[in-house]
């Protein structure tokens, strides 16, 4: 079945260390998303990319970094500089520009740094 | 203020109500979709809606192009459905995914 992973569901680092989240999907989507939730807020878009080798910083990219090598994966990594890193991360795709196709949502990662 | 508004932010209600939760957004969209997050912040979609009305259960989700208006309703509510609901619009320009704030939904037994 295709579908959009993420892993792990739960990640605790110490603070001052950089951590990668996995976002993997199977759907050949072209594009790609990183999203932050703080609690009770809403979800805001860190980065995201609508093509291999290429992406484009969200509202709140700052301490973050991303890359896209390959169509099918988008890590996130949080890097040192992110001042409040424990979040709650989701990671979507979709078809670039497609009127009514569907997004995919990842389960999430919630991101603990201690 | 944000592209995309929800209301109400929080809602109680009995169960067996008819609930009713909307989101308006203020941009040209190729797809709005509706998504329900528990808890543990585990995301679920529910529903994608370019247009009318769609049905799963007792989940129903409208859509007014016209008035950039959306509905979820959950018809003999019951407190499983506890839960964050979420709505999301894509953007027709740029396609990016915005999201509202969300709805917090709380069904007493």
């Known amino acids: 079945d295709g579908g959009i992973t993420q892993s792990p569901k739960y990640l605790f680092r110490k603070e001052g260390q950089n951590v990668t989240l996995s976002c993997e999907q199977n759907?050949?989507?072209?594009?790609m998303y990183w999203y932050r939730q703080d609690p009770g807020q809403g979800l805001r878009l860190i980065y995201y990319?609508?093509?291999?080798?290429?992406?484009q910083k969200g509202d709140i990219a700052e301490g973050y970094s991303v890359s896209r090598e390959k169509k099918e994966s988008f890590p996130l990594t949080v890097t040192s500089a992110q001042k409040n890193p424990t979040a709650f991360y989701l990671c979507?795709?979709?078809?670039?520009?497609?009127?009514?196709?569907?997004?995919?949502f990842g389960q999430g990662t919630r991101l603990t740094v201690v | 203020k944000n592209e995309v508004e929800q209301s109400p932010q929080n809602l109680t209600a009995q169960e067996g109500e008819f609930i009713t939760i909307n989101c308006s957004y203020s941009?040209?969209?190729?797809?709005l979709h509706w998504l329900q997050q528990h808890p543990g912040g585990g995301i679920v979609s529910l529903f994608m809606?370019?247009?009318g009305k769609k049905k799963h259960g007792r989940l129903i989700a409208t859509i007014n192009i016209q008035e950039k208006h959306s509905s979820l309703h959950i018809t003999a509510s019951h407190p499983r459905d506890s839960a964050v609901y979420i709505c999301?619009?894509?953007?027709?320009?740029?396609?990016?995914?915005?999201f509202g704030k969300g709805t917090r939904l709380h069904i007493l037994p």
């Open positions: 979507a795709s979709s078809i670039f520009q497609g009127v009514g196709t569907e997004a995919f």
């Open positions: 759907l050949n989507h072209d594009a």
């Open positions: 990319s609508q093509i291999v080798n290429d992406f």
């Open positions: 941009v040209g969209i190729s797809a």
């Open positions: 809606l370019s247009s």
């Open positions: 999301a619009a894509r953007g027709n320009r740029d396609d990016k995914i915005i």
